[in-house]
Structures are given as structure tokens and as C-alpha cells.
């Protein structure tokens, strides 16, 4: 017999799930405008551990570090400048897992994507690994990590090779630390199952960050 | 209980279905990502008869058997003709290097049936590709759409594909439009296995010379598997 209690834990947790997909879509709407302050508080503002890590740049460690990054790397496109600019990053092939407990999550996704400033258009292919954690009753980002899968503009194949990353940070935006794990496309290297789509679990635990 | 908890429940119990639905053919892209064949078999019924494997205009497969030959067998016929491939090309290349498939679920449609124990769903999946191409003797990119028709059924708790329909929509190199690409007919591997029976409602990968369809039909709501039509 189904009681009460555990008919609305589960109501909770599938309301979780619908949040979380909701969640990881205003991230990304914000990335379309060109709104990057505002999906810093997308990300959890006070949890210990608040981390970002980008493929070819590195690890943000601490919210006040990412939100340096977001606001300071974009500041190239701001007002006029951004005509021109599009960046898409649709999201696809969900895997979603809520803790037992309700407390963390995470899912991982599949993203199609474009890159394009007036003077280049990128086909940017990535992954994302996400880890969220529950703050005053909202789903946050707790460990945000995207992965590479191919950037190359149209007209080339990623077999040629990817179109090369910034060499050099400025220091007002580089990373606190290296990237944990660097992969991208080409014929030299095979791919691995990274992330991994998360399994049901009860309680959180390290091993399974999308960021160590 | 009251009525209202029981009502209550099944409907928790279909929002579950979906979101495990979901997670299943996500979790079979990124198996398939990495070659891991068997495990994805393993996601097919086990026990349930009529298994079916449906690739476009190439027939219908049918039982596990049938599921092995497409899924397994042809999975592993590309990877290997792949590393053929490599292995000559490139001398000391890593197994699977150079290798990579991406397919991206995109617009699902699912139905869970109103008894539970079978489900609908569709998708519509851009994906690149990239495989050892012996003309160009290096890897050569694509860009691949194809469209995911599947029933599913429940076995023991778990839910299971039973009918699992791939319609390919077009294949095209990264440089060329579909619509160049297209006045060329795509051809199966080598060795591509004969199927049990011939394809039942094909839909024409894009040409120019024929008009889109409203196939596969989406879902709809439905109460037992005897009220809908099969994928």
C-alpha cells in the first residue's frame, strides 16, 4: 500500500527531475542572450565545493571565482559588440538521476552547438556533466563541468583538426586550477565514456563529482 | 487506501515510466558511443516474444537474434572495418582511434500505456559521425539524421525496447549539403545482414524527389497495446 508520505516524496522527486531539465534550459537561454551574470545565480551561492570546470581552460573553484570568470570573459561582447554574436548550445539525450535523499543530482546531456562571433562560425559540439545540490529549496549548480566533442567551422572537418582554444588567458580570467580531464575529437584518440551517465543512488558521495 | 491516493499513484507511477524511458534511449546513445553492444542488447526484451529490429528500407529483424545481427554484429562489423582501416593507414594508431559517433535525442514523444506495461516513443536525433572512409584512407566526418520509433515493453520491473524502428533521414559529408548527397542512394556496409522480412511502413530518407511525410506517427495516448499500432 502506497501511503501518503511516500506518494508525495515521489511526486517531489519526479518534480525534481522536470526542475533540474528546466534548470539546465535557463542556463542556456541566458548563454543565447548573452546574459552571464545572471546564470552565475543559476549556480549554488553558498554550498562548499561550487565549482565550474571548461574543457581547455580549466577549473573555477569558489562562486566568487565564477563569477569572475563569466562576467570578465564575456566582456569583449557587451552592448553593440554582441551583434553578431551566437552562441547555441542545444540540449539533448538527457540523463537525469535525483538522489534518494533529494538532497544532490545529476545529469548529463548531449549538445549540438554553434559558436559564432562576426568574425568566426564554429560548429561546437559538447557534453555537459552536472552535479546539483538542493539550496533553500532550489536546484542549484553544485559542479558544472563541460566536456569537448568537436569545434571546427564550417567547411572543415573536425578529422582536420578542432579550431584551437585562446593560447593564453589574460590573468583576470584564468582558472584557479587545470582541467581534470581534457578531450577532444581527433583521429588519434579514441573515445571514452566520459561522464559516464550517472546511475540511481541514495546519498552523495565524491567519487561520482562531474568535478573532483 | 482512497481512490484519490490510488489514482494518485499510478499517475506517479507513469511520470516514472517516462522519465526511465527517457534515461533508456539517452543511456543507449552514449553505449552506443563507446561500442558496448552487448550491454545495449542487453536493454532489448529478454523474455517478451516479438522482438523486432526495423533499419529503414533494409527490413525487419526479427527476435533477439535478429536484434544481435543489427545491433551487435553490424555495430562491430563498422568499428572493426574502421580500425582495418586505421591499422593500415596509420600504423600504431589506438584501438578506435579516430572513431567517434554522436547521437543527440532530440523532440521526444513518449506514451506510457494507461495498464503500464507497455510504452511509445519517438525522437528525432542529429548526430555526427566519424569512421574511416578507404577513398579518402583517413577518417572522414559526417553529418547523420535519423529518426528513433520504439515500443517498449515492461519485463519484471524493468522497462525493455521490444520493437525498435531506425529511420534514417540523411547522411551526409560534413562539407556537403543533403540535398547533393542525396541524388547519391546510401548503401549498407559490407555485409550487412539479410533480413527476416521486408520493411513494413518505410519512410524515404530525404531525396528530391519525394515529398516529407508525417512518419513515424507520434504517440498517442493510449490504454493497452491492442488500442495502438506497432513501431
Redesign the interface.
Known amino acids: 500500500?502506497?501511503s501518503?508520505k511516500t506518494?508525495a516524496e515521489?511526486?517531489r522527486r519526479?518534480k525534481d527531475?522536470h526542475r533540474i531539465q528546466n534548470l539546465m534550459g535557463k542556463y542556456e537561454y541566458l548563454h543565447v542572450a548573452g546574459w552571464h551574470k545572471e546564470s552565475v545565480d543559476l549556480f549554488a551561492q553558498h554550498t562548499p565545493e561550487t565549482l565550474l570546470e571548461i574543457a581547455d581552460i580549466g577549473v573555477y573553484a569558489g562562486i566568487d571565482s565564477i563569477r569572475r570568470f563569466y562576467i570578465l570573459a564575456n566582456k569583449f561582447a557587451e552592448g553593440d559588440d554582441r551583434l553578431g554574436h551566437l552562441h547555441l548550445h542545444?540540449l539533448?539525450?538527457?540523463?537525469?538521476?535525483v538522489a534518494g535523499d533529494g538532497e544532490t543530482a545529476q545529469g548529463?546531456w548531449?549538445?549540438?552547438g554553434v559558436e559564432t562571433s562576426p568574425a568566426q562560425a564554429l560548429w561546437a559540439?559538447v557534453k555537459y556533466g552536472v552535479d546539483f545540490v538542493k539550496e533553500d529549496g532550489d536546484w542549484k549548480f553544485w559542479h558544472f563541468h563541460i566536456y569537448r566533442?568537436?569545434m571546427?567551422p564550417p567547411?572543415?572537418?573536425?578529422?582536420e583538426g578542432n579550431a584551437r582554444p585562446p593560447r593564453s588567458l589574460p590573468d583576470e580570467i584564468k582558472p584557479d586550477r587545470p582541467n581534470t580531464y581534457r578531450w577532444i575529437?581527433?583521429?588519434?584518440?579514441?573515445?571514452?565514456?566520459v561522464p559516464?551517465?550517472p546511475e540511481p543512488y541514495e546519498t552523495w558521495d565524491e567519487s561520482r563529482a562531474y568535478v573532483k | 487506501m482512497s481512490s484519490e491516493i490510488e489514482r494518485l499513484a499510478a499517475a506517479v507511477e507513469r511520470l516514472r515510466d517516462v522519465h526511465r524511458i527517457q534515461n533508456l534511449m539517452s543511456r543507449l546513445t552514449y553505449l552506443n558511443e563507446v561500442g558496448a553492444f552487448e550491454e545495449i542488447l542487453g536493454q532489448f526484451a529478454q523474455k517478451t516474444p516479438g522482438v523486432t529490429v526495423e533499419i529503414g528500407k533494409r527490413g525487419v529483424f526479427e527476435g533477439l537474434e535478429g536484434a544481435r545481427k543489427t545491433v551487435v554484429d553490424i555495430g562491430n562489423l563498422m568499428r572493426e572495418a574502421h580500425n582495418g582501416g586505421m591499422r593500415e593507414a596509420f600504423p600504431g594508431a589506438a584501438e578506435m582511434a579516430g572513431f567517434q559517433e554522436n547521437q543527440a535525442l532530440g523532440s521526444p514523444m513518449i506514451e506510457v500505456a494507461g495498464d503500464g506495461k507497455t510504452a511509445k516513443g519517438l525522437w528525432s536525433a542529429p548526430a555526427a559521425q566519424t569512421q574511416f572512409s578507404p577513398e579518402e584512407g583517413r577518417p572522414a566526418a559526417f553529418w547523420v539524421w535519423i529518426k528513433f520509433a520504439v515500443d517498449f515493453v515492461q519485463e519484471e520491473g524493468e522497462w525493455k525496447i521490444w520493437h525498435y524502428h531506425l529511420l534514417p533521414m540523411f547522411r551526409t559529408g560534413f562539407e556537403e549539403s543533403w540535398v547533393e548527397s542525396s541524388l547519391v542512394p546510401l548503401k549498407p556496409p559490407a555485409g550487412f545482414p539479410e533480413p527476416d522480412r521486408p520493411s513494413t511502413e518505410y519512410v524515404s530518407p530525404y531525396s528530391i524527389y519525394t515529398a516529407p511525410k508525417y512518419l513515424p506517427r507520434p504517440p498517442e495516448p493510449y490504454e493497452t497495446f491492442d488500442d495502438t499500432f506497432s513501431y
Request: aromatic residues 12%; negative net charge.
Open positions: 500500500m502506497t501518503d506518494l515521489e511526486v519526479l527531475v542545444t539533448t539525450t538527457p540523463v537525469i538521476e548529463v548531449v549538445s549540438p559540439w566533442i568537436f571546427t567547411g572543415r572537418s573536425w578529422t575529437y581527433s583521429f588519434d584518440t579514441a573515445t571514452e565514456n559516464a551517465p
